[in-house]
T-cell receptor
Framework: GDSVTQMEGPVTLSEEAFLTINCTYT??????LFWYVQYPGEGLQLLLK?????DKGSNKGFEATYRKETTSFHLEKGSVQVSDSAVYFC???????????FGKGTSLLVTP | DSGVTQTPKHLITATGQRVTLRCSPR?????VYWYQQSLDQGLQFLIQ???????AKGNILERFSAQQFPDLHSELNLSSLELGDSALYFC?????????????FGPGTRLTVL
């Protein structure tokens, strides 16, 4: 079945450091891929998405490129801020179902 | 603010009881999804409704049921509650029930079963 694997957290970075959170997937057909962010005590917010191979999603300085050859959708940001501290979820939506299939989440803590 | 509302925000109840969680989707969205978030299972899809009809089922227990009403709001009913049902329950909505459309999440209902 479909699945998403994310790097284990927590990830701790200093402000202005470069961020990469790895995400790989297994799915039938051509899934759509998403990154959601969950701030403490809040619901999930869509951060970015990509619907086909080689698409790059971007938002608020975050980027991720849909790589079909490596079945990956890694999240990157060039310079993180304290306000980026949150849990990040990679997710997919595929031909085998309408629901989102989430990874386990990666907790990010950015220190001043 | 995603435009999806959920009530109540917190719910504390005892084992064996029954509770109802309510969700109002974004204006114009026809599809509603329910997810459960727990520390050990992560985010798990429970069930989807589209314009009043059940469209997809995930890891939903038989003790749980849901429905979507003509005004498109949805309710998730949890009965014979067990300690393990303690979790965050999220509702999400999307304009279409199809694949590739982003889902907008509500703030969640935190259920504690004592």
């Amino acid at each position: 079945g479909d699945s998403v694997t994310q790097m284990e957290g927590p990830v701790t970075l200093s402000e202005e450091a470069f961020l990469t959170i790895n995400c790989t997937y297994t799915a039938t057909g051509y899934p759509s891929l998403f990154w959601y962010v969950q701030y403490p005590g809040e619901g999930l917010q869509l951060l970015l998405k990509a619907t086909k191979a080689d698409d790059k999603g971007s938002n608020k300085g975050f980027e991720a490129t849909y790589r079909k050859e490596t079945t990956s959708f890694h999240l990157e940001k060039g310079s993180v801020q304290v306000s980026d501290s949150a849990v990040y979820f990679c997710a997919l939506s595929s031909n085998s179902g309408y629901a989102l299939n989430f990874g386990k989440g990666t907790s990010l803590l950015v220190t001043p | 603010d995603s435009g999806v509302t959920q009530t109540p925000k917190h719910l504390i109840t005892a084992t064996g009881q029954r509770v109802t969680l309510r969700c109002s989707p974004r204006s114009g969205d026809l599809s509603v999804y329910w997810y459960q978030q727990s520390l050990d299972q992560g985010l798990q899809f429970l069930i989807q409704y589209y314009n009043g009809e059940e469209r997809a089922k995930g890891n939903i227990l038989e003790r749980f049921s849901a429905q979507q009403f003509p005004d498109l709001h949805s309710e998730l009913n949890l009965s014979s509650l067990e300690l393990g049902d303690s979790a965050l329950y999220f509702c999400a909505s999307s304009g279409s029930g199809g694949i590739g459309y982003e889902q907008f999440f509500g703030p969640g209902t935190r259920l504690t079963v004592l």
